[in-house]
């Protein structure tokens, strides 16, 4: 479809979506809010080329003097990344609140000029610079081009808005762009917009969803690099939509500033990103479980979801309170019933941990505390005559917390000792679009402004910020109030380095097939964009799943890197029905059950997944391309993922399906983690899939630790670490440990165990080193799981032979002993965990 049919088709939509909505008022019609129109590009103004007229060195580039009294700076952050800034006369390099580094070592880089270019180069990349007219070519060592403007448009500003157009070639690939909809992780000929907006009940083709990462990464011919374009203003990135030859991005108003940094690896680009504009904090454990809300659950509902969880022994950490929790929408107050001491004091008995949401909106209220205080402290976002703005939200007339001010985000952070005295664990903040019941497009008014004196901006420029700062100011209530405890933030609006403050999830989704396929492209581009921490409601928000649905998402939602079911209010669905695990009888129970113990199963490997997330930006969620990026066939794979390094899954995201396709990833040897049967990478493979079953493969040579099953993630200290191993020639783990719950490791508190197995001849080798010891840790053995193996004839270290014994669970508990699982081919030995000599396993 070219531009204009797709246009004409989501016309054709949108009338659609209108018609339904005049025609019924029932609750339950679903609509997708969209914001005020695109702006596009002016053909002829970008026709006008810039020149470079004049060129000085600066200490760590170049700064340009151009036509149209424009200047430009190139400057080079580190041996492969560059930041372009193309600036209007009286404009300042521009750094928005994404920013977290600024200050870098300058590398060391050669300059020259010849001619009509100037050259820049490090050890790592080469920038070409063309003087007439102005274009930018970044190279890599070996002379390869990576990146260059597509020169026939150049780069500038059509009026107040800034503007990039880059060639591209057929096979270059786009992944990252934030929260995207579609069914495809590759968004090479998407058109794409940044507007945060409350698109409830959103569809596969809705443009502009919650949040905002204006950042993406190219592959061409198996290289990465990546471009982050820090703009806050509504962005727009055309990825080779209307022609094969060039792809370009551009904003509404703002500065043209972008960064580029060089792979080649996918893995090297988001390292790069996430040192700029920040990684994740190490997460709490407690946040890794599964989590269980619904709006509109009574404070007895929530009693009786949690006990029932616990009865039935299916593993959960958190319980959500949702808005109906608060005195009439009055945020920072409890509703009697649900602040009633005894509904916490059970909860905490049965072990659970506690969310509340909290929305930016303060109710337009005279005597109430946080309206009279941000009344009496012009607190408010303002109107263009300087009066406060007010809008519609839950609590009726409401006002707006200004969160560009440092002072209104204190406040806020300060109120929060009203949750955390009830012993809340983490906060939810949602609306923070922010969304607007009466104002144009579900938002305010685009002249609304926020701060200031020179720091004064308006929405248009500030909004895509809004839940960024909102989310800053309650992160930092953690530190004020629960100083020493890992914070957990979660949000549904973000701009680019929100990562540093919360987990997103991707709002109001439905239960629709269609919607459990698209999580898989969405969170993983997410993934790809800094933020690692993604989930989606499991079984879908917005309208109710069945049973077979319920059972796929939950086979998918147990690996999801935030893992929480959520469902709408009940007077919106046309049926009645629950989305505990539970509500759709036995079967789907049981299923819920299998993987959400698995969960907890891997809850070491999940954990250690998310330290190199903390560490390197490394998704948790990962697309096929992300480690693969080499072989083509994965570029556009999206119904697969790998969760983490080792395991990849294959999912059924279709009604009625019961088989299916995997593609395996050539360089790589696969197990199927069910069967122990082996396959070669680089081929298709097709698995029968019935509704209990869920595809997965594992990596041959790969060591992932895992531990016995738990309630609640802190329930049993981990004494036994269970190290599940697909050996082929080596498999190795460097496990991280700590306490998962305060920031001790910060000081050191924490333990590094390198772990080793090499099949050598007829014997296989274990070892362990301990590479950092910080932690005082409980864990006293690890379980070798050998899978596919045969009967050893001894197991030894040094002097000491170790036990034949007869069962999984004599292993468990005895060191120094060893059983064969003849059924299943596997090898279990217990080795101590102070056991400092090698560990042979003699086979005949
Ligand atoms: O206008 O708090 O996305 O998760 O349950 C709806 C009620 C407000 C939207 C959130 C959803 C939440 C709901 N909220």
């Known amino acids: 479809m070219d531009k204009r049919t797709r246009r004409f088709f989501r016309f054709i939509a949108t009338m659609a979506i209108v018609a339904t909505v005049l025609s019924t008022q029932a609750p339950n019609v679903l609509a997708v809010t969209q914001p005020h129109p695109d702006r596009e590009l002016n053909q002829e103004a970008i026709k006008k080329q810039l020149q470079v007229e004049g060129v ?137 917009g940044m507007f945060n907006t409350d698109a409830y009940a959103y569809q596969t083709d809705t443009k502009y969803l919650y949040t905002s990462i204006p950042f993406f990464i190219g592959l061409k011919d198996e290289k990465a690099y990546g471009i982050f374009f820090d703009n806050t203003n509504r962005s727009y990135f055309e990825m080779a939509s209307e022609s094969d030859d060039y792809y370009y991005f551009y904003a509404d108003d703002g500065t043209l500033n972008y ?42 509902d929530i009693e ?9 022994e299916i593993p959960v950490d958190t319980m959500h309170f949702d808005i109906d929790y608060m005195d009439e929408y009055r945020v920072f107050t409890w509703a009697d019933k649900f602040g009633d001491q005894e509904l916490h004091q059970k909860l905490d008995n049965l072990n659970f941990n506690k969310i509340t949401i909290n929305d930016p909106a303060v109710k337009k209220d005279p005597g109430y505390f946080m309206y009279d205080e941000g009344t009496e402290n012009e607190y408010w976002a303002k109107n263009p005559d300087g009066t406060n703005f007010v809008g519609e939200v839950w609590p009726g007339d409401s006002m707006f917390p200004d969160f560009s001010q440092k002072k209104v985000r204190e406040w806020w952070t300060g109120k929060h000792d009203i949750l955390f005295d009830k012993g809340i664990d983490g906060v939810w903040n949602d609306m923070n679009e922010p969304a607007v019941f009466d104002g144009p497009y579900h938002t305010m008014p685009l002249d609304v402004t926020f701060g200031k004196g020179e720091n004064k901006r308006t929405h248009e420029e500030y909004h895509n910020l809004y839940g960024h700062d909102e989310a800053k100011a309650t992160y930092d209530a953690f530190e004020e109030f629960k100083p020493n405890t890992r914070p957990f933030v979660l949000t549904r609006d973000m701009y680019a380095g929100s990562q540093r403050y919360a987990a997103l999830w991707t709002g109001d989704n439905v239960s629709q097939w269609d919607h459990l396929q698209m999580s898989i492209p969405m969170n993983t581009n997410v993934g790809l964009s800094g933020v690692p921490f993604v989930g989606n409601d499991i ?47 036995q079967e789907v129970e049981d299923i819920s059950k299998k993987y959400i113990e698995m969960r907890y199963e891997l809850m070491p490997y999940l954990y250690n997944t998310f330290i190199d997330a903390s560490e390197q930006g490394t998704p948790v969620q990962q697309p096929l391309v992300y480690q693969f990026q080499e072989d083509k066939n994965t570029h556009d794979v999206s119904d697969q993922f790998m969760f983490g390094e080792s395991m990849m899954l294959a999912p059924v995201v279709k009604q009625g399906q019961t088989e299916r396709n995997v593609y395996l990833p050539e360089g790589e040897t696969w197990v199927d983690y069910w069967t122990g049967e082996e396959f070669e990478g680089g081929q298709t493979v097709h698995t029968n899939a019935e509704l209990s079953h869920l595809p997965i493969y594992v990596k041959k040579d790969s060591m992932i630790p895992t531990r016995e099953v ?135």
């Open 56 to 192: 000085e060195q600066v200490e760590n580039g170049v700064k340009l003097n151009l036509s149209s009294d424009q200047s430009g700076f190139i400057r080079l952050f580190s041996e492969d990344m560059a930041k372009v800034s193309i600036l209007k006369q009286g404009d300042n390099e521009y750094f928005s609140e994404a920013i977290q580094k600024k200050d870098w070592d300058t590398p060391s880089f050669e300059f020259s000029e010849q001619g009509n270019e100037i050259t820049l180069s490090t050890k790592e990349i080469t920038i070409k610079i063309k003087k007439e007219p102005f274009g930018v070519k970044f190279l890599d060592k070996e002379g390869n081009v990576i990146n260059e403007d597509y020169m026939q448009n150049g780069s500038g500003y059509d009026g107040e808005k800034p503007y990039v157009y880059k060639k591209t070639t057929d096979d270059e690939a786009f992944y990252g762009f934030g929260e995207q909809g579609g069914l495809n992780v590759n968004q090479r000929g998407e058109s794409i």
């Open 259 to 300: 960064y580029f940094m060089y792979g080649p690896e996918i893995e090297d680009v988001l390292d790069s990103y996430t040192e700029l504009t920040g990684k994740m904090d190490k997460p709490a454990k407690w946040a890794l479980g599964l989590h269980q809300s619904k709006w509109q659950y009574s404070a007895e």
């Open 304 to 312: 009786r979801v949690a006990e029932t969880y616990r009865e039935k």
């Open 539 to 585: 079984g879908g928000f917005a309208g109710r799943p069945d049973a077979e649905m319920f059972a796929r998402w939950i086979e998918v939602g147990a690996f999801l890197p935030f893992s929480r079911i959520h469902y709408d209010a009940d007077e919106k669905a046309e049926v009645e029905q629950g989305q505990e695990p539970w509500a759709f009888g």
């Open 710 to 844: 738990q309630q609640y993630t802190g329930e049993k200290p981990l004494e036994n670490l269970v190290l599940d191993t697909y050996l082929s020639d080596e498999a190795s783990y460097s496990f991280y440990e700590d306490d998962g719950a305060t920031l001790d490791y910060k000081d050191g508190e924490y333990n590094v165990t390198n772990f080793n197995l090499e099949r050598k001849g007829k014997h296989i080798e274990f070892t362990s080193n301990q590479e950092k010891t910080g932690y005082d840790t409980e864990l006293d053995s690890y379980t070798l799981k050998l899978n596919g193996e045969k009967a050893p004839e001894k197991v030894q270290a040094a002097k000491a032979k170790y036990e034949n014994v007869n069962s999984v669970e004599e292993v468990k508990v005895n060191q120094e002993t060893y059983f064969f699982d003849e059924g299943s081919k596997t090898l279990y030995v217990n080795v101590p965990a102070d056991e400092r000599h090698k560990v042979k396993l003699f086979f005949k």
